[in-house]
């Protein structure tokens, strides 16, 4: 399977496994999972629970569109220490080689009912 098409399956899977069920910003119901620090910006952070936040649609929306302070409000609610974790974590490469990708299968698997 090509290393991109990977990626789109494993997303969805985490999206339809959320946990979650609770927007972090207003409380109503979450239909998503948001990624804090966005796939694009950092392949380190894309899978990695800490950096998915639950929100609901309205909520994303604004944050994507409108209202970019709300990632403000995310920060305040996670806390300094996952603040601090978070972009320390930013700094980190990923080599998407034979091994990433091996890994990102396992993944799929493991999430895979």
Not at 5 to 10: G, N, Q, V
Not at 51 to 61: D, K, M, R, T, V
Not at 69 to 98: H, N, Y
């Amino acid at each position: 399977m090509k290393l991109g098409t990977l990626k789109r399956k494993l997303d969805a899977k985490i999206q339809a496994n959320r946990t979650e069920t609770t927007c972090l910003i207003c409380g109503a119901p979450a239909s998503v999972l948001h990624h804090y620090v966005q796939k694009r910006q950092c392949e380190a952070l894309r899978y990695e629970p800490r950096n998915h936040i639950p929100l609901c649609g309205s909520c994303h929306y604004k944050l994507h569109t409108k209202d970019a302070s709300l990632s403000g409000r995310i920060a305040i609610i996670k806390g300094k220490r996952w603040e601090a974790w978070i972009q320390e974590k930013r700094k980190e490469l990923v080599k998407q080689d034979k091994a990433y990708q091996q890994k990102l299968e396992k993944l799929l698997k493991e999430a895979s009912p």
